[in-house]
């Protein structure tokens, strides 16, 4: 038999909470809805007075926030699943603070997987992931499509089998392909392994000075140490690691890499 999940919903829009309703009833028979509110401070009250297990939040709603919400818990002791209509930049957001999220309209299926997802990794939100969520879903420090924006003071969330780990973007030398994982090389420290596809970081950091190499590296350009010529040509690392450069993504990364030294005053 499966356990019962207690969650409540906390939307502004009265047709947003009752699809998401009837949709966990179809979908997610376990989970039961035991509220609902239409703002922050109802959603406060909600919380405190259901001690639910799972909270779907929206983010935008007239005067406080979900993130005020969760701001007003000295502890977030309970799941959080964002429901969102952001659209742009959300996508990125959201894996960079490895935090769940669901676009609406809400799709079935992506719901199923969210909700077994928090099963598997029951447990709270670090407030670390709530501020690079807010930083990167900020649309005045969020990069335009044709910048690229440096990585000096951006972090990034990576969720692992033992936690979640919260590392600066400066401080990764590159990130390597090893299947359905993707093995962070740190500056300090052991490396990281992730159970996400390098595809799916190449996607998250693509406004930022990493570039992908080759099929099975993502490289930081901060840690070049030199390029040498060839077919596609040779990268060496700062932690002396030497990396293929595919001969098709050769002149794309030599003109980001004079883009790099122009931008961040590393002119050679």
Not at 64 to 70: C, E, P, R, S
Not at 147 to 169: C, S, W, Y
Not at 188 to 209: H, W
Request: net charge negative.
């Amino acid at each position: 038999m499966q356990q019962t999940l207690r969650a409540v919903i906390i939307d502004d829009e009265t047709n947003a909470r009752e699809a998401l309703t009837n949709l966990l009833r179809i979908i997610c028979p376990e989970v039961e809805v035991c509220g609902e509110a239409k703002n922050a401070d109802q959603g406060i009250e909600l919380i405190g007075k259901e001690k639910p297990d799972l909270v779907f939040l929206d983010i935008q709603m007239p005067g406080k926030t979900g993130f005020d919400l969760l701001a007003s818990f000295e502890k977030v002791d309970f799941g959080v699943i964002f429901t969102t209509a952001y659209q742009e930049y959300a996508i990125r957001a959201f894996r960079f603070s490895a935090i769940d999220y669901l676009l609406k309209p809400i799709d079935p299926d992506e719901l199923r997987a969210a909700v077994d997802k928090f099963k598997s990794q029951a447990g709270s939100i670090n407030p670390q992931q709530i501020q690079i969520l807010q930083e990167h879903l900020d649309p005045a420090k969020a990069p335009r499509l044709i910048e690229r924006k440096r990585n000096d003071n951006q972090r990034i969330a990576l969720p692992t089998a033992e936690g979640i780990h919260f590392v600066q973007m400066t401080e990764i030398i590159q990130c390597e392909s090893l299947g359905s994982y993707t093995k962070f090389h740190l500056v300090k420290g052991p490396a990281i392994v992730v159970s996400r596809l390098l595809k799916e970081y190449e996607e998250i950091l693509d406004n930022f000075y990493f570039f992908r190499v080759h099929q099975s590296n993502i490289i930081n350009l901060e840690h070049i140490k030199r390029y040498v010529k060839g077919d596609g040509g040779q990268v060496w690392m700062s932690d002396n690691t030497e990396i293929e450069v595919s001969r098709r993504r050769k002149d794309e990364f030599l003109a980001l890499l004079s883009d790099f030294y122009v931008n961040s005053g590393k002119l050679r």
